[in-house]
């Protein structure tokens, strides 16, 4: 073989030996970025990120506009607490009635001892 031949096979080895190391580099990179962990922990980060700039944006609506923002939440909490407060409502309800039962019972009962009298 000729001595250029062979300076063109140590160059063409030693470029194919850096791309390999390039790629064995990238390899490594992309294992340590697509490990469970760290992808939790990016979720994680961009959730508080968006969290805290979507509480910003809220207090900022409210700040401006805080009929509407008291209306809002004033539905939520309806919403939340919608069967306790059903319960009471109906509660209220039915304590009104035995009531009434028990104002009409109460005459009755007073007519017709009255009556006896």
């Not at 990238?26 to 959730?47: M, Y």
């Not at 039915?94 to 009255?114: I, M, N």
């Amino acid at each position: 073989m000729s001595e250029a031949i062979q300076v063109r096979e140590a160059r063409a080895r030693g470029e194919a030996d850096a791309a390999k190391a390039r790629l064995m580099g990238d390899v490594d990179e992309l294992k340590a970025r697509l490990a469970p962990g760290k992808l939790a922990s990016d979720a994680v980060q961009t959730a508080k990120d968006k969290s805290i700039v979507a509480a910003d944006g809220a207090v900022t609506a409210a700040k401006q506009k805080p009929g509407i923002a008291a209306g809002i939440g004033a539905g939520v909490l309806v919403l939340l607490a919608r069967k306790p407060l059903f319960r009471a409502v109906a509660g209220l309800f039915r304590g009104k009635r035995s009531r009434d039962d028990l104002e009409q019972t109460g005459r009755r009962r007073a007519a017709s001892s009255e009556r006896y009298d």
